[in-house]
């Protein structure tokens, strides 16, 4: 695969996702598993779905879309629960089952033949092209920055909503920040592994690594590097193999979270061993 990806370009776009992707997962993935809010990324990246459909029945880039319809609906859930205290739960299945009947309807609306939404839905890496990749840099470097600049009243918003309301930071800022930096992500994360598929990347380096530490920041930054190995290795799988690179680049996620039960359960045993 090395002599490939020195000759095909397609292969180094990939690549370059595989770390963008990572990059996003790792920073945003450890926010949402710490503060309980894995099945809201799913809604948002379902409801993304009817954007893609908006931007094929329109003409305007699809991924455009997805972008729009997912930051709205991350606005609108945090505005219609803070109004109504509708349970955000019930409001992320609304969006989400609103945004996938959207996009079915669009498609079915688009003249000509219907477009091929495999790739959006299980997302496919071996596609990713230049401006996809312009896109996927610039949402990552914004994600990052914003992160990186608010670290400290970020870390505690996640674990202290109430110290943070006695500080006078206004948390209500603070949900629509975070709700939109989910959005951004979602959309950097479906070309790679699809609409279906982006919850369990979003979710499984985070998971893994936080079984051996519970500092933030190096949450954070093993995450990235988790992802970012389980990324290549299902890139390798699926160029390999000849299968999805999506459901490649998950399953291995999901095998590197359970190995890290494994271990995390025989370094446990050597220590109780040891007393």
């Given at each position: ?45 379902h ?34 629960n ?9 409001l ?12 079915v ?14 790739s959006?839905?299980?997302?496919n890496?071996l596609?990713?092209?230049?401006s996809?990749?312009?896109m996927?840099?610039s ?6 920055f ?48 699809g ?11 985070p998971?893994?690594?936080r ?10 930054i ?5 992802g ?23 399953l291995?996620?999901?095998l590197?979270y ?11 045993s ?6």
């Amino acid at each position: 695969m090395i002599k490939a990806l020195l000759e095909y370009n397609f292969l180094q776009n990939a690549l370059l996702a595989s770390i963008l992707a990572s990059m996003a997962c790792g920073i945003i993935g450890t926010i949402i598993v710490e503060k309980k809010l894995v099945m809201l990324s799913g809604g948002i990246a379902h409801t993304s779905f009817g954007g893609i459909g908006l931007g094929y029945l329109i003409g305007v880039e699809p991924i455009i879309m997805a972008l729009v319809f997912s930051v709205s609906a991350s606005i609108g859930i945090v505005t219609l629960n803070r109004r109504s205290k509708t349970n955000t739960d019930l409001l992320t299945g609304m969006f989400w089952s609103a945004g996938m009947a959207l996009g079915v309807l669009f498609i079915a609306f688009t003249p000509g033949y219907p477009p091929d939404m495999s790739s959006y839905l299980f997302g496919n890496i071996l596609t990713v092209t230049r401006s996809d990749l312009i896109m996927m840099l610039s949402l990552v470097v914004l994600v990052t920055f914003l992160i990186i600049a608010l670290f400290n009243t970020m870390r505690a918003y996640i674990f202290d909503e109430e110290f943070c309301r006695v500080l006078k930071i206004k948390t209500v800022l603070l949900d629509y920040l975070l709700f939109i930096l989910i959005a951004l992500t979602v959309v950097v994360l479906i070309r790679v592994v699809g609409i279906i598929l982006v919850i369990a990347l979003l979710t499984a380096p985070p998971a893994a690594v936080r079984l051996f530490t519970y500092d933030l920041k190096k949450i954070m930054i093993f995450s990235v590097l988790a992802g970012l190995l389980y990324c290549i290795t299902g890139l390798w799988l699926s160029y390999s193999l000849n299968i999805s690179s999506g459901a490649a680049i998950i399953l291995i996620s999901i095998l590197g979270y359970l190995a890290s039960i494994l271990i995390k359960k025989i370094i446990s045993s050597a220590k109780s061993a040891k007393r």
